[in-house]
Every structure is written in structure tokens, then in C-alpha cells.
């Protein structure tokens, strides 16, 4: 059975308008890309900082551009309590292997970010996840963990009520973008976010010219873009084959026309 952190009774719902609340807010980035890491981010908005934060205008921290989410973070990264995960490729497709779906990965790792903060902290402020499960199902994926702290509040769309799950968010993302840049570099390829028509093509060209093992330590493997991308190579193939017969039937059909000439 889990055991939770504290024993204190949940927190009543806060204010919804209280966006600069001082909070813990915890958010996930690269749960929607092919390539590249999960990254969880759990940042911590005191009293002290919520003056400075207004003056960075991180409203809407989800329609910030990448360039701005670097610079952004940058600045904030020194200035604010937060513990940071990240769950590499190699390690995602060996837990989903062991049955772990996207959610209970998510779970445990906000999880731990959110006790690893609050033992950065004298006190314990209000918890704040970005909800992407019902409450319910968020602890009964963390059924075999020890220590789950349970003392928190779901809100989906989080970021945009909370600057500290904004604050997460930004400093997710971040870590996400520098991992990716990262991946790029070792991989040889300027591989693309998201999970769309491009990366299937991209997906398919690695696989062609290094095998699909290479990309265990680039992808998450149990996405739709992997069978996609083996498609794919199988309609390139067929597409290739075609191509040859047709061309074999015209030269037979010319030769057989010059030689009744």
C-alpha cells in the first residue's frame, strides 16, 4: 500500500484567480514527440520572487516560442527552488517493455520531483499538478511506490492559472530543448519534434541507413510514427519495384516493335 508523505488533511481548492499564488507547480514537456525525452519539472513560487516573475511575462507559457523559453529560463533557472527530471529514450522504452503506459511514467516521475522539492524546502506550500489523469487514477498508478505525496490539487491547463506550474512548464521545456539539440548532435541527424508526416519520414530514412535498434536511444519506440515509418520503406520498395517493371515492359514492348520493323 502506498505510503503518503505527510498525514495533513488535503488542501482546500485555491482561488483559480490567484495566478502569482506561491505554490509548487509541476508540469511535463515531450510526451507528444517521436523523438527526444520526457522531461517533469517541479518549480516552487515564493513570495519573494512573485514581483520578479510579473516583470517576465510568462503568461501563456505554452504559445512561447522555443527562443524565448531558453531565454526565459536562463534567467529564472538561479533564481527559483525546482528538481528537474528527465527520463531518457534508452530508459522509456525499457519501462514501457515492462508494461509502464505514458501515464504511470508521468506519474511517478511528477511524483518525485514533487517530494525531491520539498525536501529543498523548510515548509510545505500548496502543490499544484498540471491534471493529465483523474485523481484517482494518478495514485493507482503509483500503487507500488513507498512514498506518493497525495496533499496536492489537479487543475487541467494548469499553466495557464499558475505561474509556478508555468514556471515548470518553461523549465521543462528547456531541459527538453537541450536534450534534443543534444540527441541531434549524436545522432548525426537534424531530428524534428513532434509526431507528424515529417518526423514518419525522417524516422523511415534512419531506419533505412542505420537500422531500427539505432533509434532506441532517439525515440520512443511504442509511438504510431515507428509503424509508419516501416510503411513507409515497404511502399518506397514497391513504388521502386514498379517503377523497374515498367520500365523492363517498355524496353520489351520497343524491342519487340523494332524487330517486326
Known sequence: ADEPLNQK???KPVVQEDYYLPSIGSDE???GDFFGPITVCAAYLDENSIGFIKSLGIKD????????IIE??????DKITFSLLTLHNDKFNELHKKGFNMNKMKAYLHNKAII??????????????????EKGLYYRYLEDEK????????????EDKFASVAL??????????????????KSGYHLLKGANAKVDQLASRIIKEKGESFLNDYAK??????????????????????????IIYNDEKEMILWMKN
Open 72 to 77: 526565459i529560463a536562463e534567467v529564472i533557472k
Open 29 to 31: 514537456v515531450g510526451t
Open 221 to 246: 519506440m511504442n509511438f504510431k510514427t515507428l509503424d509508419k515509418a516501416k510503411a513507409l520503406i515497404k511502399l518506397t520498395y514497391w513504388l521502386n519495384l514498379c517503377i523497374v517493371c515498367s
Open 147 to 158: 512514498n506518493v505525496y497525495r496533499n496536492m490539487e489537479f487543475y487541467t491547463k494548469a
Open 61 to 68: 507559457s505554452k504559445k512561447l516560442t522555443d527562443a524565448t
Open 9 to 11: 488533511k488535503e488542501a
Open 168 to 185: 515548470g512548464s518553461i523549465l521543462a521545456r528547456y531541459a527538453f530543448l537541450k536534450h534534443f539539440d543534444l540527441l541531434s548532435y
Open 116 to 133: 525531491n522539492l520539498l525536501g529543498k524546502l523548510d515548509h510545505e506550500p500548496k502543490v499544484i499538478l498540471d491534471q493529465f489523469a
